[in-house]
């Protein structure tokens, strides 16, 4: 939370100087500043976090699905066990008809617990939308969790076979605390 609390101050005391260096775009910097000030405090969402990050935005391979993002950690006072929490919005921007190729948006989640030595993921959740411009919120909780990661895909409309997949992307790792 410090870490956040150093950029905002950083980005408040750089658009100051940029006031000064131009005084045409000042008040546009400043609302730039007061912007990303706002993000930075809800992004640290409250003091029931332990950890909180804004994630995203991530693709599939062809740009046609997105999905961004914050995510949530809060650590018990012994910190031995720990609810990760999710939300986010997953865009469909394929705007062809199904019948020239259009796919849903797709995104899934996949999580490792801590105490799973093996390195098995678990399916954590996933999310379809069809409805080309416009978006899908979700949200969701897991237990015991020191790893997150998110792939965003494509999906056929009537299938269960996602295609054209971005990368996995970590959200989370309880080593980066």
Known sequence: MMKKMATGLLALAATGALAFATPATASAATSATATAATATTAAAGSS???????WGSYFSSNHKAKARGWIGVEWDKHQKWNSVRVKGSLYDLDHRTYKQGGKCAYVKFAVHHFGDHDGQWYDGKSYTYCGAGGAKQFQF???RVDSVRVKVCQIPLHSSSPTRCGDWEYLYTAESE
């Open 48 to 54: 029931d976090y332990d950890y909180s990050d804004y």
């Open 141 to 143: 909780s897991k237990n």
